[in-house]
């Protein structure tokens, strides 16, 4: 499975950014998704989910309401919406595919394969 998020940048406070995650070599449509994010100096955290048929979402609460995670399976594609950014969502975002069990998968190890990561950076 290879995963190739894009769609990071420099953005101000309150704006908004969409990320994308492209996915190849497996049956899109056969697992979770999930978006992470890894500030500086800190561990990764489970940012949000969305299940194999599209009909379940889960977000953190520091992200609900702000961020929007969708599918597309006509281009093997998730997307995170993020609306009203602050300088506190600065990190790397990482895609992630999730491994058989219960939603919502929220855990890193829960996830097999994942992104190379991409840079938001909200400036105040």
């Known amino acids: 499975v290879q995963l190739q998020a894009s769609g990071g940048g420099l953005v101000q406070a309150g704006g908004s950014l969409r990320l994308s995650c492209a996915a190849s070599?497996?049956?899109?449509?056969?697992?979770?998704m999930g978006w992470f994010r890894q500030a500086p100096g800190k561990q990764r955290e489970f940012v949000a989910t969305?299940?194999?048929?599209?009909?379940?979402?889960y977000y953190a609460d520091s992200v609900k309401g702000r961020f929007t995670i969708s599918r597309d399976y006509a281009k093997n594609t998730v997307y995170l919406q993020m609306n009203s950014l602050k300088p506190e969502d600065t990190a790397v975002y990482y895609c992630?595919?999730?491994?058989?069990?219960?939603?919502?998968?929220?855990?890193?190890?829960?996830?097999?394969?994942w992104g190379q990561g991409t840079l938001v950076t909200v400036s105040s």
């Open positions: 992630a595919t999730g491994r058989t069990g219960n939603f919502p998968l929220k855990f890193v190890y829960q996830y097999d394969y």
């Open positions: 969305i299940n194999w048929s599209g009909d379940m979402i």
């Open positions: 070599g497996r049956t899109f449509s056969s697992y979770d």
